[in-house]
C-alpha cells in the first residue's frame, strides 16, 4: 500500500515569507508526527497529533509554527514569516493507534530559506 | 529532558568484519527503534525493541536492548558495501505519547 506522502518535496523560499507543507499518512494510521531534521542540530520531534486529542505541540520551535490535522488525516505544517535557520528537511511520519510499532516516514520536504 | 547518545559517530569498516554501534539513554523507557538512512532518503524502520532484554535480528544486523542499562546494540556481522548508510537509535517517551528522540547517527562506511 501507499506510504507517507509528503508536498512538495523541495521548497526555496525568500526569507519573511510563509510556507506550508503537507503530510498524507498511511491510509489508517491515527498518529502523526512531524520532525525536521537539520545538520546541526539533528533530528527533532516538532508536534505530534492522535486522533481527536489535542496535539503535542512541545516541540515547536517558535510561534511562527504552526500545524492541523482535518479530518483526523491530512496535515499542513506552517512556517510564518520564514527564517534562515528554518532551512531543514521536515519530515513526517505516522503510525497505528497505540504506537507500539515502528513510525513510518515520509520522504521529506527540502526547505531552503534564502 | 531525554538524551540519547550514539556512538561512534563515524565508522569506517571493512567488508568482511564485525562492529557494533551503541546507543544510550538517560531515562527509563522500554520502547528503542533503529532506522537506517541512505543519503537523500528517508528513514527505514530496521528494528523495534520493546522489552528489557529483546533481541532481533535481520540479515547481517541484530539489535538488543538492555533496559536496566539504559543500553541498546546494533551488531553488524560480516560487513558489506551494501551496508553502508547513517544508523540512527530513538527512544520514545513512554506513557501515551510516542514522540521519538533520537541519536546523533553513526555514519557507517563499509570499504571493499
Known amino acids: 500500500g501507499a506510504g507517507v506522502s509528503q508536498s512538495p518535496s523541495n521548497k526555496v523560499t525568500e526569507k519573511g515569507k510563509d510556507v506550508e507543507l503537507r503530510c498524507d499518512p498511511i491510509s489508517g494510521h491515527t498518529a502523526l508526527y512531524w520532525y525536521r531534521q537539520s545538520l546541526g542540530q539533528g533530528l527533532e520531534f516538532l508536534i505530534y497529533f492522535q486522533g481527536n486529542s489535542a496535539p503535542d505541540k512541545s516541540g515547536l520551535p517558535s510561534d511562527r509554527f504552526s500545524a492541523e490535522r482535518t479530518g483526523g488525516s491530512v496535515s499542513t505544517l506552517t512556517i510564518q514569516r520564514t527564517q534562515q535557520e528554518d532551512s531543514a528537511v521536515y519530515l513526517c511520519a505516522s503510525s497505528p493507534w497505540g504506537g507500539f510499532g515502528p513510525q513510518h516516514f515520509g520522504d521529506g520536504t527540502r526547505l531552503s530559506i534564502l | 529532558e531525554l538524551k540519547v547518545e550514539q556512538n561512534p559517530l563515524f565508522l569506517s569498516m571493512q567488508e568482511g568484519k564485525n562492529y557494533t554501534i551503541y546507543c544510550n539513554y538517560s531515562t527509563t523507557s522500554d520502547r528503542l527503534y533503529w532506522y537506517r538512512q541512505d543519503p537523500g532518503k528517508s528513514l527505514e524502520s530496521l528494528f523495534v525493541l520493546l522489552s528489557n532484554g529483546a533481541v532481533k535480528q535481520e540479515g547481517r544486523l541484530m539489535a538488543s536492548l538492555d533496559t536496566k542499562a539504559r543500553l541498546s546494540t546494533l551488531h553488524i556481522t560480516a560487513a558489506v558495501h551494501d551496508l553502508s548508510a547513517t544508523y540512527f537509535c530513538?527512544?520514545?517517551?513512554?506513557?501515551?505519547?510516542?514522540?521519538?528522540?533520537f541519536g546523533k547517527g553513526t555514519l557507517l562506511t563499509v570499504n571493499p
Open positions: 530513538a527512544v520514545d517517551s513512554g506513557g501515551s505519547n510516542y514522540k521519538l528522540t
